[in-house]
């Protein structure tokens, strides 16, 4: 539970904001590299961190990410032409390169030119391809950090897809989403003759192997899953941000553990995935504090993503929801997400298909913004009383005039998250040094460890 | 004439508004009954005097109203499953019931769930059924009085047809609306050759009978609604509210009386039916300040409604609009209420289609709160100054402890409405008694009576 | 560059404000006499200056543009009957003429209709027919000048074509935009493999003979436009306004002039026409202060507007947007101008279709209020800032009590716009008095004139 002020500090990443000063200090995915596809292409709006600015891909390949306004009359550049190195005015032909420097003023003669051309800079972000996706830095371009070295933008692009969605609501509340799988036994769950069963429609794309059968092992651990929905808890804290464990029972006094990465200020990587399986992720991009941008991951590190796979998630499936060309999901806010009650009384927890559209239907139903000055907390929201507290400890860093935690620390973000099952008797970090062994990509830095045992009063998170 | 202080009382009823006080201490229509059809149906929003709930019928037929929020983390239970006696969050499956308690929270150990319960009590409204609607309490549950015994919801469901419409504007207008049958001799009015004649579509169904010929009594009372369009009103004050009655000339030196009644805070019954024709009443509940539910209700005493006019009901007629399946008028402000300047010019007074269209355009027309710091009120506004008075009355009563009027006296709601045709001679209330007879339910309280002569200069009102 | 305060003086125009109490010292063009086109027409909504009005023509043909309000209890005139010689509210009847004077009251005793009717007057703009447009004075109705005299006005219907169309924003940018005839090199442009050339989709209003074959002549005024893409301004001052001219380079050292007239305090006569040419002009009038209607007139002192070209106007040509009933341009803000990216790249500056469309869009990419307070305005914006001092001057004037500059001078408006090509060595009022000669209504005062070598420090300005 926060105070006012705390909600509104988390939640608000505008110009000026303290949490804008955070995400300043951070690389953002801006758009997918997809969304710029040739050199001289369309320029594109690009909203985030409640700031206006016009992408475009130059002659050369290169990104820009410009402010949208001509600093002569104030046209916008969207309209522009994108043409040899350089986004022109549609008004009198002003011309500026992707580092927003004005390279050509024809309206007046070349001495005026020469004059005005210093003055006419526009503010551009530096921009950094990784992982198909464009990043961008809303900082002082001078201080940018290298870009986080997430796995996803290291293996071949064979080896991964990505994606983006829209969410219409704040993005702490679908991060927090994000950081609490023990939701995962309700809101995802399938009904069969009123009780919940393993996953509903969740089944394709989790549990069906390539020849139509159904492997056993995945039908256990959805059983699990909704055997267990009261989780215990673990989070591990590291140099980009926590793993966040938590236990399930599973057959034979084995524990069956689900472990989430978050990764400062606003990325997840997802539990749900076993050794062998495609791993996931996603980063909650502010575009204003009522809507974000949810970029989504998939990749595998040792094999390509195939093509049958490519296809599920292109069309929504798991974390990937189905959308329209502008990234709009088709289930959505205005349509209560196509909300069916027959199947919600029937076969499914919501009646809502997809995983990914139940994640965004119940944090749109949050509101606008959560309030959380009215909450009741407890042991499964560890999670996101842990990431409450690092965001709240990046926003006094800041303040400081320290670098927040992992921002300079790119290596920081070669971690993995999944799931596995373990002898009962073994903690958390046992568990992910099982788990992750010589895949971990760096030791975890235990310095604040809660034991699975230890379950919070009620209210007092 | 109001000032801007006294129209911002009249009109105002969120929580915390001196008229919102007002209307918390009495019985609201908050949805029908057939919008939760049966046991364990889909939840629906309702949301009435500016706040939003939830409503559901539980698996024994019993009806919740309940804050939308879930207590833990705020998810919205709209998206719940209603199942077993209680509505069970989408998110982590916290289940209440239909008074709000907090009934089952899976996700964590029984121990801490024994001790979060009690802590999550949500607010619940005190319900009750009657006619086919479903009221609801808004103030404290342990304050609420019995609810008001109209004459529809005591007839067998055979004699009755409830629907119920939206108004896009505050409810203070459209219910003024209802108290001013005067208008009838322009508003609802039919053009032939260029002058107003009987009413235009409303010909079918208020003056047709079943075999297709026309009763020459009801082209009559027609010919007298145009003919004198400055009918002389009284008010007769009771205690539920208002008789108001409306006198116009009628043929052989006798008058035709609309007799209507307003019923505390927001009823009517109206005038318009002879004693063999079926009764017809409106509550105007507010939604917010600037749109309201308005509940209409049909009925006979004596006879069931025959399944030709109760389709007829449904389609729209009368005080009965055409509405889609949220019951959005068809005709509305958006689509100027499909007005047709040629039908205007050539068969009807406005050119806009159905009796309710006609009265929610104009309100609608008075704009989203009408301003009443400048009219020019005259005599046939005579209901719509006492019913100010009345609403004043209240707020002062409620601000002083006082019970406001009505409110405790359901029965004092079991009264009639209705036209006649009488002597010249005879004053309002011996009219009222000529005409309702042993049929009225209980003797008049003629504390504040006007002569039907008086005729208040303007603008003194 | 303007400080935010003259930003918000030059742009506001609703009631009460500085410059709307200028703009209340002018006749304005209301509607199109065609919007009423007969009498006792249906009425329709006019919304200009921020002021909600309804206009109607009565029986007489006289057009009445009155408050929408109806005295008696608010209800809107717009449902109201348009009958023998006055507009009849639907809700009791009350009538009133196009002065606003009460004509009926019918609800009451016609003594009491005698006493309330003087106090039921409502404000009627003063208006008149000229042009086939409908003018209002939105001042106090004794003061109205006469009716500014403008050429298109005075020919016979046969020589003019009048419309009008939405612009999604202020009117001060949009007028700008028409003052400013440097942007045709750009805004305006084709593109032919990869370079500027004579102007797309303008080819066929302006280039075609009626045989379809292309005239040299209007060819090479299309290459002058593209090879120099910054013409000198001059602006010379006169008793309505300012005569903008802007040279070019064109063949054999002479020099490709076009005049442009700005008319206080939101007219504009274009350049673009050579002596035989149709002539064009606008009016910018806001509706409130983020959107404007545009008039567009067509017009020819000599000849009529042939069947053919009448179309093409009708249709979007030049000035004149397609636009649908509503006068709202088919290609407009919310589907982004129906920009087509390949057209952009192939074969159009813009990539958007249409002149009008292409001024439209940029003027709307300056914003909702287009912000002045960052700008670098340099030599070509010249006739912006000459603008701009006018205004000023006119608020100025206004708060002084002093007539501002041409409100009571009707015959200064009858001057023409136009374009020449004339000797190099010849400055503009030489080129002036050469184009217009004895075509030229009135003699110019030149008391501010700048040599067209003046090119103003950038800045400065």
């Known amino acids: 539970m926060l105070t006012a002020e705390q909600n509104q500090t988390l939640t608000r990443t505008g110009p000026g904001t303290p949490m804008g000063d955070v995400f300043r200090r951070y690389w953002m995915p801006a758009l997918l590299s997809r969304e710029l596809p040739r050199p001289d292409c369309p320029p594109v709006r690009v909203k985030l961190l409640g700031e206006d600015f016009v992408a475009f891909r130059d002659s050369s390949g290169r990104v820009g990410i410009v402010e949208p306004r ?23 032909g002003w011309k500026f390169d992707a580092a927003g420097q004005c390279v050509d003023i024809p309206n007046v003669t070349p001495e005026v030119a020469q004059r005005l051309k210093h003055k006419a800079t526009i503010r551009a972000l530096k921009t950094a391809e990784a992982g198909e996706v464009v990043w961008a830095f809303f900082g002082e371009a001078g201080d940018a950090p290298p870009v986080p070295d997430f796995e996803y933008a290291a293996v071949p692009s064979s080896h991964r897809f990505v994606g983006k969605k829209l ?93 989430t990465q978050f990764l400062m200020p606003n990325h997840s990587l997802t539990p749900g995935n076993f050794p062998e399986d495609t791993a996931l992720a996603n980063t909650w991009v502010p575009i204003d504090d009522t809507s974000c941008w949810i970029f989504c991951y998939a990749w595998h590190p040792d094999r390509p993503i195939e093509d049958r796979e490519r296809e599920r998630l292109a069309g929504g499936s798991g974390i990937f929801a189905e959308v329209d060309d502008d990234f709009v999901p088709i289930r959505r806010r205005e ?21 990914s559209e ?18 009741l907390l407890c042991q499964t929201d560890l999670g996101v009383v842990r990431f409450r507290e690092l965001m709240f400890r990046a926003v006094e860093d800041v303040r400081r005039g320290v670098t927040p935690l992992g921002a300079h620390d790119a290596g920081a973000y070669r971690v993995r998250s999944g799931d596995t099952v373990a002898a009962g008797d073994l903690d958390a970090e046992e568990v992910a040094q099982e788990r992750f062994g010589d895949h971990w990509g760096r030791p975890l830095d235990a310095a604040i460890s809660m034991s699975k045992e230890a379950t919070p009063a009620p209210g007092t998170l």
């Not at 599973?250 to 553990?257: N, P, S, T, V």
């Not at 349509?335 to 995983?355: C, H, K, M, V």
């Not at 239907?361 to 000055?373: E, N």
């Open 70 to 92: 001509c600093p002569h009359r104030g046209a916008n550049l969207f309209f522009g032409r994108n043409e040899a190195c350089g986004l022109r005015c549609a008004y009198h």
């Open 167 to 259: 969410q219409q609501c704040n993005w702490a509340q679908a991060c927090e989403g994000g950081l609490d799988t023990a939701h995962f036994s309700y809101l995802h769950a399938g009904i069969n003759e009123g009780r919940k069963v393993g996953l509903h429609q969740v089944g394709r794309a989790l549990s069906e192997s390539d020849d139509g059968t159904v492997e056993p092992p995945r039908l256990k651990r959805l059983r699990w899953l909704i055997e267990d929905g009261a989780p215990r808890f673990t989070a591990l804290s590291h140099a980009a941000g926590l793993l966040l464990c938590a236990a399930r029972t599973a057959d034979d006094e084995q524990l069956y553990w689900r472990m």
């Open 335 to 355: 349509n209560d997400y196509l909300l069916d009650r027959d199947l919600q009384r029937t076969a499914s927890f919501t009646g809502i298909s997809g995983i």
């Open 358 to 375: 139940q994640d965004q239907a119940i944090a749109d139903s949050q509101g606008p913004i959560a309030d959380r000055t009215q909450e």
